[in-house]
């Protein structure tokens, strides 16, 4: 049988990132895959807007206790958690927005 949890753990440990998270748990150190995508919206005009993306392991995420607007560093940028979404993968999908002072 095929383990999902074991494989987003190796994927993540391979092609991830390591990232900050400031939740209930305090400052928690995990490795997560980091997408900076852009979406099109319309809004009257068609625009282009980034949606950064962060992809942590359920197990990882449950750890950090974090919710939305708590935030993230990754690399020197701070980010804040917009929506957090799990997936049928044992993943969560987190939208995320750059931070702003």
Avoid: H
């Avoid at 969560?92 to 702003?100: C, F, S, W």
């Amino acid at each position: 049988m095929f383990d999902m949890a074991q494989m987003n753990a190796a994927v993540n440990r391979s092609l991830g990132t390591n990232v900050t998270v400031y939740g209930d748990a305090g400052p928690v150190r995990i490795t997560a895959t980091f997408r900076e995508q852009y979406v099109n919206d319309r809004l009257g005009v068609g625009i282009s807007r980034p949606e950064p993306t962060l992809f942590p392991t359920q197990a990882d995420w449950a750890l950090s206790e974090a919710k939305n607007d708590d935030i993230i560093l990754i690399g020197e940028c701070k980010y804040t958690v917009v929506d957090a979404q799990p997936q049928d993968n044992g993943r969560v999908a987190i939208t995320l927005r750059k931070y702003a002072q």
